[in-house]
């Protein structure tokens, strides 16, 4: 198949491994971002793609030619650096033209390129102006239309946003998804901030220590995670994770743990029935606590003992207590109420996740 394929993937600096077999397959066209916490492995990942690292062992494909031991000039791909690497004494149009003009290509072309890539960005007006005049948000659009006149088949972003502040961050996540939507290319993104991966991919790889945990849409890795890792990592704020243990009182199973005792949502039953332990972790997303009982879904009273409330807007972020385990809740209350204090809530029970504490695989 066409696309980015790595296979049996390995890669070691001296002893020590840090990917120790990896297997991934993108399909042409798609938006996959790579995600994980510093040191999982991501960009060297993302470098042994683009041929700026050498591999250990296995073998990369790109556009379904072997380019596991091809320079980066011979892989056909773009990549956009984290710093935004400009020429500062040349201006827009010199920075976005100058790997066409060392390749030769005629003036014509490269005019016409660079007027297209422009106007795609947004950056016309600024053509003549040097990267010193520019803002950051700017910057990192030069970057990306260096990587866009090449038209390259795959496009590498190796956190290319973590340098810009937050509004902006948001505005440019934005363009990012309009760009893959007008260039219909490859793209591989890593970032170690998931709201990135979440907003902008078509699949999400999650890695942890060189091992992905879990590739699936954003919705699948959010609503199905397959492990505490991945449920601890997907979502803001993070899942609550808690001790707690499968109980059956007369034919109906609990999980209970110091604080809470809720009802098993009759889509795990038979997963908890045959659960090899009954000791298990409880996930309970923050979203999904409300203050009252609206008498939708299957609410269970669980007692917050607040610490803090902060206050959002139309809701409140509870950092509390259950039992002697922190949790946070974020809570719809309307922008008029006052700060929410210690109580009962109540937490959608449907919307639990079960994991074996032995494994961490969910149930």
Do not use: W
């Not at 390749?103 to 490269?110: L, M, W």
């Not at 199973?253 to 045959?274: H, S, W």
């Amino acid at each position: 198949m066409s696309g980015v394929m790595l296979r049996q993937v390995v890669k070691a600096y001296g002893p020590i491994v840090v990917i120790p077999e990896l297997d991934l397959s993108i399909a042409e066209g798609e938006f996959v971002v790579i995600v994980g916490p510093s040191g999982c492995g991501k960009s060297t990942t993302l470098r042994m793609i683009a041929g700026l690292e050498t591999v250990s062992g296995g073998s990369i494909f790109i556009a379904d030619k072997d380019v596991t031991y091809a320079p980066p000039k011979a892989r056909d791909i773009a990549m956009v650096f984290q710093s935004y690497a400009l020429y500062p004494h040349m201006n827009v149009a010199g920075n976005m033209s100058f790997a066409l003009r060392l390749a030769g290509t005629p003036k014509a072309e490269i005019e016409e390129r660079v007027r297209r890539a422009a106007d795609m960005l947004e950056l016309t007006p600024y053509l003549d102006r040097k990267p010193k005049d520019l803002s950051g948000g700017q910057r990192q659009r030069v970057a990306m239309g260096r990587s866009i006149v090449r038209d390259a088949y795959c496009f590498l972003f190796d956190e290319p946003l973590s340098n810009l502040d937050a509004k902006l961050r948001a505005t440019m996540r934005t363009e990012l998804a309009l760009l893959h939507k007008r260039l219909e290319r490859t793209m591989v993104y890593v970032t170690h901030d998931q709201i990135e991966a979440m907003t902008m991919a078509d699949r999400i790889v999650i890695m942890d220590k060189g091992i992905i945990q879990q590739v699936g849409t954003p919705r699948e890795v959010y609503t199905a995670p397959e492990n505490l890792f991945v449920a601890g990592f997907i979502g803001s704020p993070s899942m609550n994770l808690l001790q707690g243990e499968i109980a059956d009182q007369a034919g109906d199973l609990r999980v209970r743990g110091a604080g809470f005792d809720l009802p098993i949502p009759q889509r795990m039953k038979t997963r908890a029935t045959g659960a090899r332990s009954r000791d298990v972790v409880v996930g309970l997303r923050p979203e999904h606590f409300s203050a009252s009982d609206s008498g939708d879904g299957d609410l269970a009273p669980i007692r917050l003992e607040v610490d803090v409330a902060e206050y959002i807007g139309s809701s409140q972020f509870l950092a509390a207590m259950v039992g002697e385990e922190h949790v946070t809740a974020s809570v719809d209350v309307g922008p008029d109420a006052a700060p929410l204090a210690s109580g009962d809530y109540f937490f959608d029970a449907d919307r639990l996740y079960l994991f074996d504490r032995a494994s961490g695989q969910a149930l």
